[in-house]
């Protein structure tokens, strides 16, 4: 006898199993009784967590292999790319222009990003000070550029390596903080349900640490929380600049499509913010 997911869901809740049901499939191939593989909250929660540690663990591993790499500085074949004062110049251009007459009615998200001018240089200003130093960065560490085994679980290479180039490894760490630990669609209307997981930031601090940790020097670590914010502050800037130039760069599917990834950016820079002193104690807490 076969069951559908429905009832399937109203068998589980007979039993005390922790997490919301999901989905459930046959498992198996019994002759007397079924077996079903169930699926819940909980299963797909400890997934990510997983996944996102192998993830920074395997882009850690990528930066510290190539930290020693001998030879002429690489190719910058996205100029700007991560540069959070450029990318900050061109919104105020933006705002300036004004062309698709949107100004007014991004006021809040625009009066957002000029209150948080002076963190836009931070670690430009220190690259040049050169307290942090240059190294070869991946440049777009998401999780699905990196092959996990499907049997183990673990990393095994990084790949889509067009946007290597010589930079700064924090963007990367932030890179993978803002896109891996935001709950909700990029694009979310309902910012109710966009937050911060703090706690696939301590795998993802975790898993890079664990690789590059001995590589990166006071002022690198200091401020790896901080990328986290920055990085997200900046896709945030690029989402806004494009929706006031008209939806010029990023693909669009609906109207007003660009100013809500604008929103979902700055809801988790802003839960970022609020949880900063927590990030910055799981950073510490890798030294020991």
């Known amino acids: 006898m076969r069951h559908d997911a429905e009832h399937l869901k109203h068998i589980g809740e007979a ?7 999901i989905s459930a499939e046959p498992y198996g191939s019994g002759h007397i009784n079924d077996t079903y593989l169930a699926r819940r909250m909980v299963d797909r929660h400890l997934r990510d967590f997983d996944y996102a540690r192998e993830t920074a663990h395997a882009f850690g591993r990528f930066q510290a ?10 190719h910058e074949t996205i100029p700007w790319f ?22 007014d009615g991004a006021a809040r998200e625009i009066d ?21 130093p240059e190294r070869i960065a991946h440049n777009d560490t998401k999780l699905n550029n990196v092959m996990i085994d499907n049997r183990t679980g673990r990393g095994i290479c990084v790949i889509d390596l067009d946007t290597v180039m010589s930079g700064c490894v924090l963007y990367d760490f932030g890179d993978m903080v803002r896109s891996t630990t935001r709950t909700g669609n990029e694009d979310e209307r309902d ?7 703090l706690s696939l930031f301590e795998a993802l601090s975790q898993g890079y640490l664990t ?16 990328a986290g914010r920055l990085v997200t502050m900046t896709i945030g800037i690029r989402f806004l600049t494009d929706y006031l130039d008209g939806d010029r760069y990023f ?38």
């Not at 292999?65 to 002429?72: I, S, V």
């Not at 957002?112 to 942090?132: H, K, S, Y």
């Not at 690789?211 to 901080?226: I, K, S, T, Y």
């Open 15 to 21: 039993f005390e199993l922790p997490g919301d049901f």
């Open 191 to 197: 910012l109710r349900v966009v937050n911060f997981d």
């Open 82 to 103: 991560h540069h959070t004062p450029h990318r900050f110049a061109d919104l105020e251009a933006a705002i300036a222009r004004d062309v698709a007459g949107r100004a």
């Open 251 to 288: 693909k669009t599917h609906r109207p007003g499509q660009n100013l809500d990834r604008t929103r979902v950016q700055f809801k988790m820079l802003e839960n970022m913010e609020q949880a900063y002193d927590r990030m910055r104690h799981i950073i510490d807490a890798q030294r020991h």
């Open 211 to 226: 690789a590059v940790g001995h590589v990166l020097n006071d002022a690198e670590r200091e401020h790896l929380a901080f």
């Open 112 to 132: 957002f990003c000029l209150q948080r001018r002076p963190q836009t240089t931070v670690i430009t200003d220190l690259m040049e000070q050169g307290a942090i």
């Open 65 to 74: 292999d190539l930290a020693d790499l001998p030879g002429e500085r690489l």
